[in-house]
């Protein structure tokens, strides 16, 4: 696949004509193309065709980022140096915005294009109508080889890339290679389901090196049991486990884009329980949607784009309410329950009914119900549970167990097909499997399992990691920490300040940052950290550098309610005392009235410990860990409250800040 509108030599380059060039990118162009994109390209041509008169490698026009569904303007390869170059035409100052957008194209290059991995890399943002630029603070690359982008006018230009080839060193790039290398993304899943809705395959969009476990292979997997259900007129449910960042939900995401058409009658519908990442994903596909109408010259408005992607994704509890009043079958045949897990156990869901619905004695659990609606299907249908193993973190949560005893219960004609990693303690189902009257109704396939995290591109332990630390197994954590703290920071501190400046160090380009905590840390209020205070999920994940209610201004914060299933490149963890270490083992608490009580039940000592589980995995680039000093004047914040679980921490090995 060639990833560019027009690729060649420089010397080809060089003696083609522009109008030639032109025609190349016109023809490509998945937009209609106007005039002001034409000129665009015309300046671009002429102005690196003079730049570029005694140079020798490759040039490439609207080079394809798949990641981020852009297109970098140009990629030079020169020598040793690969230049990644943003033209801003007519502009005349440095946004900061266009810097981070150049910067992002670099950084992606560097992280998932296999051949551009050990390169210098340089990106170079030009302003056409620039008079002065600032200073050059330095014309070296960074500890990984990419430079910080650096801002030039066509007067400039020349100098800047002469001292950029004169600054690196290293070995020719074969240009030839570079283009053909690999491209092996770890999308966010904001970003996966905005590449997926615009109709392109999660292969694309999803890592195929040796070490992860191909995406492509469990979705077709799944696909093949809709297939088989279809042609033969059958019921069934599917488990895809995996562990915390595995895919699961880019799994899920993918099957519902396969079959949004409806008129092969197999039209399926994407489902949560999670109201923050519906709410995220709904908006963040429905911007996608206008501003990509608007490059084909059309308008939507927003509320028709929203009411678009709700027939993709919708709420669980929407969806459930809406089948309770209506009692035909779904127009759906293909239901995917995302974290399937934290469906609601009978006991909640009726006492749910009673106060909201006026419903009473209703008898089923939210599992039971939702099959049920699915079973209307005379013919066929296919449900596709995503199950995070220790994901439970709320009250009346029924865990997995509860789908699998709902068909042994009521529904004799459905078939089961499940990991053999079902079976794992996390999961929590090895009773209900045991106690399944057909066992023959069973069918189990490793490939419904994603055994390595992608949510850390730079570590895949971390999740195996968080989970040692959690059970206190410090030897195996150890190791884990071993494996990847060159690639994966992680750093302990007691000081939130200190922490907030770790994390504005680290991002780059518009790498996204923020604080989570746990729902029931509420003796952060004197760091400035209170969980009762109103924040808005959508805008935390989606806005700007420059808007307060994003995650990037570090004032609001979120807890794993608003977490769960998204991801942030670089995360700060503040541990409260709500989840402390005594010495021995977890001490769990929760705050009430004037002081701390402590949990004893099992079941909510557990959903504090899966708590923390989500915090510590949310991170994809590294993470910082504050813990509180804590105050020998102040009951509720004792410095033993806080003492133990650092030094525990700091026993494993991490690197604490000063």
Known sequence: MNRAYYSDSIESFLTTNENEIVGALSRNHEFATEQPQIEAWLFQIEFLKDVLQTRTGFIHFEYSIPRMGRRIDVVVVDHNVIFVLEFKVGQSSFLESDIDQVWDYALDLKNFHETSHDYVIAPLLVATDAKQIPQCESFAAGVDNIFVPLKTTPATFTEVYKQILNSSSGKAIDADAWIKGRYSPTPTIIEAATTLYRDHSVEEISRNDASAKNLQVTSSTVSKIITEAKEKSKKAICFVTGVPGAGKTLVGLDIATKYLDSSGGSQSIFLSGNGPLVAILTEALARDAISRAKQLGERIKKGD??????????????????????????????????????AWNHEQTANFMKRKKNVLNFSQSEPEFLISCLDRHSDWAVIVCLVGGGQ??????????????????????????VSPRLNDSEYDAVRSLESFTDHSRIHRNEALHLSVSMRSFRAERVSSFVKNVLDLEVDAAKEDLEAFQQKYPIVLTRNLEAAKQWLRTKARGSERYGLVVSSNAQRLKPLAIDVKSPMDPVKWFLEAKADVRSSYYLEDVATEFHVQGLELDWVCVTWDADFRYDGKDWSTHSFVGDKWHQVKKAERRQYLKNAYRV????????????????????????????????????????????
Do not use: C
Not at 306 to 325: A, G
Not at 395 to 417: C, M, T, V
């Open 305 to 342: 784009a929203r009411s678009r992607v709700k027939t993709f994704i919708q709420n669980v509890h929407h969806y459930r309410d809406e089948y309770l009043k209506d009692e035909s079958a779904p127009i759906d045949h293909v239901a995917i329950f995302d974290e399937a897990q934290r």
């Open 392 to 417: 439970e973190i709320n009250r009346g949560e029924a865990g997995i167990g509860e789908w699998i005893e709902s068909i042994n219960r009521s529904f004799p004609d459905w078939e089961i097909y």
């Open 615 to 658: 915090l510590l995995t949310r991170a994809r680039q590294g993470m910082v860990i504050v813990i509180p000093e804590g105050n020998a004047s102040d009951h509720t914040r004792q410095v033993e409250f806080y003492d133990g679980t650092y030094q525990y921490l700091r026993s494993i090995g991490l690197t604490v800040l000063s």
